[in-house]
């Protein structure tokens, strides 16, 4: 597949008329006016801006299908008298389908690979494959559905080994597993060498919980179990000590931050500078679609850099450029993916329309991308894919139509 | 003009299947199976959503041409090795360009009228007029530029009586406006009974200063000057007393409020809920788009909800539909507008695309609207004249180029 004519981003400045050469699953070469081959695949990316695909790095990606359904509600009511009753009801063609919508409003979105946590994994990755995204994906465990644990291994054991689907062990968080529960999922994980995704200190209330009851913060208490290292994807990470920041930074854990649901949920705001300052990889993911409720890692980045601008009572905090890094290279580091607009790297980008006014005037355009952005994704290509063209995404309409069938039917 | 088959929301209820008939500027009849006029404009409404045109109660709209060119910087040497050096050079041309580059993403965002305060207002005017919305201007005054509040009388003079302009009185704010020309500006604006457009009580720097020159908070300072009443749109009013809130509400004056640039140039968040508590009318707005950078309203609903909710440390507070109704009849209250869709109000409405992803499943589609809208608006219309179509708004390409010819300019 050649890409023609497109403009990038070298060092934040736009470079216009270069082609891009996609051979197989890699960017095999970028350069200008690059030879077609004979009956390659040709994308005009006249008056378009390639960039690398982002990673949402945290989501419960089926939980589409509960957007609208209960929002503005106090945490406790909202899980009790709302989310939970539901998920009960949930069956595994629910999560087919509300996955199926996260996939195509990621695609929307330029998002080309996530991170999930949720029921019926094996649905969502049905779903994941059909629509050509990559994936993390875990099934949640806890102790109150003892089975959980019991499917993980059986999980991992089927979907090793996929091009795109790579599975994962998600334990919930500390609150709600047992240490048994989290020792298992950790012998899972190092046995398997998956990654950990786990919920840490997303609130005063867990914090302070596992403080009278252990006398130690989450962090301190994932380390005692020996989960803190380069495979440990810890999200949210808002009530934090810095010992907390200095300790996953040594251990090399990585975090995701998820400000919009942070806020929404109003459990606080991450302490991002000190979790910089002391060397933590972070990443950003939206969290799960009632909770934020869209699945836009532009709008992430941009509510990510300005509330921390004034968290922190300077407009020279958290620069553009800084947000940009954290959101590419920090999600790649985190999922070992060899990404980036650079030959060898994986095939998984987004062509941005250049010609809408938001992105006007062609200045600063990782400025554009984090603060401006509103929408002009034209193509999404996953794996040397293309999943969505000039707008279009086969089988759309089916899927809206279907979710809303479930919606109806959870909700009748 | 007649719109067929289209849902609205009917106290928050999704209503399918309705028509809209639009004659002159206003809205003649809601109904089913409206009869068309022969030879009458038709516009299917199949799978749209008709709302309200939304309002853009504070901008600098030819700012647009600043979009992206100083970020993340100290407030000081922002504004003086930035933005006044480039503003210097600014030219009746530019602010032309600039205003229609501002009227074309307002368009693509359902924003069928807008508050602004910059220069060369005239050229704004035009630059509206032609683009087609709605418009109260004001021609920004301070004591550094004397030859400013010359200029205002003539312009409300012109502009007066315009169908679609109305000209406003726009002081810059206490801290760069001496008594005399405050009293000045009230005058004028008691003349011709328009509305005063000021900053008020953005920065606690603001704030302390003008407690330390005239011992009293710019809310009080405004008051003594006879200038709070319903005729004031109070921008900002991040650094408030409790007994700012309840003088504002006496007064009856109005407030609006720009979190996402209060956020960016970590100016602090407003105490919405005592503004509200005490009665004030308050709106939204997003500022120019050098400190936003984009012209989102359904962005600064979100981001005005969340950050609320996090403040006030409970998601319980500021529900989707208390935003939805700030955005919306705060606004119209604040600018004297007789819209909603309703028989007999202004014909200023958008239609959103309900095909997309993030405003499926069909649940709470406030809750869509506020929290998970990334695009989709459709149809503009405005004063019964459709500015775009099928996402279409003629001329567009020609404004992007014209803007990027002014910004290489301005900044060679």
New interface residues.
Partial sequence: MLIENVSLLCSGQLIKGRDIQIRDTRIARIGKDLRKERGEEVIDGQSKLAIPGLLNCHTHLAM??L???A?????IP?LHDKIWPLEAKLTKEDVYWGAK??C??QI??GITCYNDMYYFTDETARATKEMGLRAFLSGVVFDMRPDLLVETEPFIKRWTGDELITPAVGPHAVYTCSEETLLKAKEIADKYDTLIHIHVSETREEVDGLNLSKGMSPVEYLDRLGMLNERLVAVHCVWLSLEDAYLLAERKANVVDCT?S????????APLNYLLEAGVNVCLGTDG?SS?????LF?EM??T???Q??A?????????EQIWSIATEGAYKTFGLDMGLQEGALADLALIDL????L??????I??LV?????GVDTTIVNGKVLMRNGIIPG??E??EK??E???RL?A
């Fill in positions: 589409t299908l957007r609208g359904y929002d503005d509600m106090e945490l909202w919508l996260g195509l409003e929307r979105m919009v942070n806020l929404k949920l109003s459990s606080g705001i679609p934020n409720n869209n699945l836009n709008e941009k509510v850099a300005i509330v601008k004034n922190y009572h300077t407009p020279a905090a958290f620069s553009a010609e809408r006014p938001w006007c005037p062609q200045s600063n355009m400025s554009h603060y401006s952005m509103t929408g759309e309409k899927i809206l979710a809303q479930r919606f109806e909700t």
